[in-house]
């Protein structure tokens, strides 16, 4: 397939961008992944409200700053994008909205950004092997990408779709039109009735059967839109022994062209042998030197950053950048390929071996791979190290990694580092007006240090496992935690504490603590910000908070309303 070059194309995707720019139409807001809104404005406390009697509806009488709350799954691990007027956040089907769709689905749901009515909705079966490729009743994991009329994912059976924003209410608008059996596939259902609340799916990209992928019980990266390239990582991982690596050759990371599905590039980087346990990161991008790189984190703990743009293999063995020999492998000279320019190991020697005897992974003083998204900021690049939840607590470390290398910059590179943090699979937000990076960590607490130097300033106990990432966004940070909890604190380096209090080692500062209100069910998704509304996802409800004062005071502001 003939690649044609990123740059006009990319322009056009960024002038649109500025046209929308209160939208938050992909993972992190921005390519660059910074979890960070200019937004101003925003509430920084609230009310969920009461439900009423008898009912899954919240009495939007009971809440406080609350625009609207629509009614999701009972799982939703999905995080909220918002584009052109729609709100996009993937669920389970444990409360199906067409009654022809029971039992385990994934759910990708739309709504209407000013009155949270429900507009249309993805039906995605279950793959058939079960489990060990599309865990139960997890739902739609990818957050997904919108540009203009058309919105990006990656779905559970591991396939990367393209869909229109406006469903099927306004026609099929192809090249792909069997919807209904799609929306059954595995089931041994007929074939679904269409109608306008369903999704319009525009192509689909299996990576299954394209490419020999084996996902490890779940699929859900959050594609990276450059150009007419949509970039996602595969989820390629072990089988249900923890041992084997069923695909060692498929590819870690893929681009397709976004307008038709088909392949563009596949990474060259042999991750494939080396994956701990599986691979669920999304990727993100900057420009170095005028050059627009892709970052990826992969299954085996290493930072890997792609060229943009595809080129031909050589037709040379793929080599591991980790010690070990050649893969069997080569570049294939017909195909392209994500070159890697740079590559940083983040898991250092002492996490991987201990009295000169490897540290077996799981351990949790051992070796990590990174689940979380890498920032790109001031030509670095920022990530976290961790491990499936299911792992439980341990060892992690946050680097800050110059971008401007090449080859193997583990050791000239790193800016600073950070072993404060616990096993994360969160991805930083900095804020460019202070110069402070905000991060949590699945052991439930956030840190604030210097994004320039890592000085630490201070950290706050969620007392919960955390999932999502930080926002930060109008001089606060918002954060979920696995309790329901939802924490606004403020985007400062702090208070000083006492010297009596200052431990060893310690920070010097405690955090400024603004609100708390709770969910009612966990928070696995992160919070953003579109057009002066905050949305946090729990598992059950998408609450669109607001500043309510200020809403009230412009005539033309609509009624707050209840949706299911």
């Not at 509430?43 to 009697?53: E, H, L, N, V, W």
């Not at 919105?151 to 869909?163: A, F, G, K, N």
Request: aromatic share 10%; glycine share 12%.
């Amino acid at each position: 397939m003939k690649f044609h070059s990123l740059a006009p194309l990319l322009f056009a995707s960024l002038g649109s961008l500025v046209a929308v720019a209160d939208d938050w139409p992909m993972w992190g807001g921005t390519v660059q992944r910074n979890m960070y809104s200019p937004a101003k404005d925003l509430p920084d406390r609230f009310d969920p409200g009461q439900f009423k009697a008898g009912s899954d509806d919240v009495d939007l009488a009971t809440t406080k700053n609350v625009k609207w709350v629509g009614k999701l799954g009972s799982q939703s691990y999905g995080n909220t994008s918002v584009a052109g007027g729609k709100v996009f956040v993937g669920t389970n089907n444990d409360f199906p909205r067409d009654p022809q769709h029971q039992g385990d689905r994934s759910i990708l749901m739309c709504f209407d950004e000013q009155t949270g009515a429900f507009l249309w909705h993805l039906v995605v079966p279950k793959l058939k092997s079960g489990k060990v490729n599309d865990w139960e009743n997890l739902g739609l994991l990818s957050s997904p990408t919108i540009e203009g009329n058309r919105v990006y994912l990656v779905t559970s059976r591991c396939e990367i779709i393209c869909l229109d924003t406006e469903g099927l209410a306004n026609g099929n608008d192809g090249p792909f039109t069997d919807e209904a059996s799609y929306f059954v596939k595995d089931t041994g259902r007929p074939p679904a009735k269409l109608g306008p609340h369903d999704a319009d799916i525009i192509w689909v990209y299996d990576m299954m059967d394209e490419l020999g992928v084996f996902p490890h019980n779940a699929s859900n990266s959050s594609p990276l839109l450059l150009g007419d390239l949509v970039y996602v990582c595969t989820s390629n991982g072990q089988d249900w022994t923890h041992v084997n690596i069923p695909s060692p050759l498929a590819p870690s990371f893929v681009a397709v062209n976004r307008l038709t599905g088909e392949l563009a590039g596949e990474d060259n980087a042999g991750i494939g042998p080396r994956i701990y346990h599986g691979q669920w990161g999304s990727g993100g991008a900057g420009q170095v030197n005028g050059r627009w790189q892709v970052f990826f984190g992969g299954g085996d703990g290493v930072l890997y950053a792609f060229g943009a743009e595809p080129s031909k293999g050589t037709g040379a063995p793929i080599v591991p950048v980790l010690p070990g020999p050649p893969l069997a492998n080569e570049e294939d000279p017909e195909l392209d390929y994500l070159k890697k320019l740079w590559w940083f190991d983040c898991n250092p020697p002492e996490y991987k071996m201990r009295d000169g005897k490897p540290i077996r992974y799981p351990d949790p003083e051992g070796p990590s791979e990174i689940n979380s998204t890498p920032v790109f900021y001031k030509n670095r690049v920022y990530i976290t190290i961790g491990q499936d939840p299911e792992h439980g607590e341990g060892v992690g470390r946050l680097v800050c990694v110059d971008a401007t290398g090449t080859g193997d910059t583990t050791a000239t590179k790193l800016i600073w580092e950070y072993r404060g943090i616990h096993r994360s699979i969160s991805t930083v937000s900095i804020d460019p007006t202070t110069g402070l990076l905000f991060v949590g960590d699945f052991s439930g607490f956030v840190h604030c240090l210097d994004a320039e130097t890592g000085q630490v300033y201070w950290t706050y106990d969620m007392k919960a496992h955390m999932w999502g990432s930080t926002l930060v966004a109008d001089g606060k940070v918002y954060i979920g935690d696995e309790d329901g909890d939802f924490v606004v604190l403020a985007a400062t380096k702090g208070r000083p504490l006492p010297p009596e209090r200052v431990r060893p080692g310690a920070p010097p500062n405690a955090a400024e603590f603004i609100s708390e209100c709770n969910l009612g069910a966990p928070i696995y998704s992160t919070p953003v910000v579109a057009n002066g509304v905050l949305y946090v996802g729990s598992n059950t409800h998408l609450y669109a908070f607001y500043d309510s004062a200020r809403a009230a005071a412009r005539p033309d502001a609509p009624a707050p309303v209840s949706v299911k």
